[in-house]
């Protein structure tokens, strides 16, 4: 038998009699998701969601973990003062961490309350509506899919998601789930508006002016993906989301009290990020590293399985991916020297998705792939 985390496996998971895609193709045929398996009473977990021990331990190796992830407020962002030491504040972090949590961003504790109940809904209530919005179609506006990379990781994640692209060129709430139609709508308008203070400050960081990131397109487009992770029945054999960088440029990560947020700390330790009541996690997203020329670091970050739950975040990736464009990005002018020549080549946001789809998550770093 093999070993992960002290458990052993079943050493039938990878006999030859083993049909790993009918299992698979079985269950996304159900469109029902991880929960429709939790609500089927199932006791010990398919084998194709069955992670490899080196995907599951703890540690790197030695690290030099002082604190945990940092919180910086943002109130009185607008003075003039106050702004200059956020502005520090956010360089200490990035130069230190590239996760941290915001608090004081604006958004009202009720819209961050339902847009977590609106998940929670969504997920619970109502069967038929989930199955009608599920969808393996990257350019489907709205969809629910369980993994998004089914059928090419190496093993699935305990963890289905409803995608909503809610900008650019969203118009009709009626096309959203009517069990958090509404809060969708407005949780987005609050979102965006965190996002442009972000980008305004991360511009200031790098010694641009506010609307450098803005300008060049950073702010244009968003996707809301809500997570649901029901309580898992082995959680020492799975995860929740395997480990990976963000696509995008920026996410902003609204998560529930459960908790199980990872940040690989320096390649080293993985950290938790703990919840923290009102508090929007905010990480640098590869497209970000891609244009400041590795300035800002996209993080690597995971989610454990848990025998609780479920637990629900919404992210809001700040990205034109699934947006038809034909806009180049590159590393910005102003970042790039003699000294510091540009790290990647010019890439269209669709192109680089592509290839992030391509090579799941767990997978080697997509920036790699881009690299001059």
Not at 31 to 60: E, M, N, R, W, Y
Request: charged share 25%.
């Amino acid at each position: 038998m093999a070993v992960a985390g002290g458990t052993e496996i079943p050493a039938e998971i990878n006999s030859p009699i083993y049909d790993r895609m009918k299992e698979i193709k079985s269950f996304d045929e159900t469109k029902l998701g991880v929960k429709g398996l939790v609500d089927a009473g199932v006791t010990k977990i398919p084998k194709f969601f069955v992670q490899s021990p080196k995907d599951l331990k703890d540690d790197h190796g030695p690290s030099s973990v002082q604190r945990g992830i940092p919180i910086v407020d943002l109130e009185g962002v607008e003075r003039e003062d106050r702004r200059r030491e956020i502005v520090e504040e956010i360089r200490e972090v990035l130069e230190t961490w590239g996760f941290f949590q915001v608090i004081n961003h604006g958004v009202p504790q009720r819209v961050l309350d339902e847009m977590i109940h609106g998940v929670r809904r969504f997920n619970e209530e109502f069967e038929e509506e989930k199955m009608a919005f599920y969808s393996r179609d990257p350019d489907k506006r709205m969809k629910f899919s369980s993994n998004f990379d089914l059928y090419q990781a190496k093993a699935a994640n305990w963890r289905d998601t409803l995608a909503c692209r809610m900008a650019p060129d969203f118009e009709d709430p009626a096309e959203l789930p009517r069990t958090c139609r509404e809060i969708l709508v407005e949780y987005s308008k609050h979102i965006k508006q965190v996002a442009e203070t972000m980008f305004a400050l991360l511009s200031e960081v790098l010694g641009l002016r506010p609307n450098h990131l803005k300008e060049l397109g950073c702010l244009d487009g968003h996707v809301i993906l809500s997570h649901y992770y029901p309580a898992c029945p082995e959680p020492e054999l799975t995860i929740g989301t395997s480990k990976h960088t963000d696509s995008g440029f920026l996410t902003l990560l609204l998560q529930d009290e459960i908790g199980g947020l990872q940040v690989l700390h320096q390649n080293h330790n993985w950290v938790d990020v703990p919840p923290v009541t009102g508090a929007l996690v905010v990480n640098i997203a590869d497209l970000l590293q891609l244009v400041t020329n590795d300035k800002f670091k996209s993080v690597i970050h995971r989610v454990k399985a848990q025998e609780f739950g479920p637990r629900i975040s919404v992210a809001c990736f700040f990205t034109t991916h699934f947006y038809p464009s034909t806009k180049l990005y590159g590393p910005i002018k102003e970042l790039v020297t003699e000294e510091n020549p540009p790290k990647y080549r010019q890439v269209t946001t669709r192109e680089y998705v592509a290839k992030y789809y391509e090579v799941g998550l767990g997978s080697e770093h997509p920036l790699n792939y881009f690299r001059v």
